[in-house]
Nanobody, 123 residues
Framework: VQLQASGGGLVQAGGSLRLSCAAS????????MGWFRQAPGKEREFVAR????????YYADSVKGRFTISRDNAKNTVYLQMNSLKPEDTAVYYC?????????????????WGQGTQVTVSS
């Protein structure tokens, strides 16, 4: 599946952004979808994941209560609503797809990746 992320930008601390990831190609609803992020000089880290039917979500502790992952299978799109943003949320955000049920927080578990969108949070 091909993925295209968008919606990043510059925002002040405490602000909000909504990222989108549009999918094309194979059946979107067959994939578990995740969001990851990578800050300069750091490894790519897990942010959130959503099941194929959107019935289950899972978050990194660092974003729990502030970020919400959702999907619209009719639009082949997954979203990441980010509220109460902090400077430490600054990173390139990537959407990713997988059919795997295991290692949900590991980048290696995901087979398809979007190109990334920059999120910068100023203090």
């Amino acid at each position: 599946v091909q993925l295209q992320a968008s919606g990043g930008g510059l925002v002040q601390a405490g602000g909000s952004l909504r990222l989108s990831c549009a999918a094309s190609g194979r059946t979107f609803s067959s994939y578990y979808m995740g969001w990851f992020r990578q800050a300069p000089g750091k490894e790519r880290e897990f942010v959130a994941r959503i099941s194929r039917s959107a019935s289950m979500t899972y978050y990194a502790d660092s974003v729990k209560g502030r970020f919400t992952i959702s999907r619209d299978n009719a639009k082949n799109t997954v979203y990441l609503q980010m509220n109460s943003l902090k400077p430490e949320d600054t990173a390139v955000y990537y959407c990713a797809a997988t059919t795997s049920l295991t290692a949900v927080t590991m980048p290696t578990s995901y087979t398809d990746w979007g190109q990334g969108t920059q999120v910068t949070v100023s203090s």
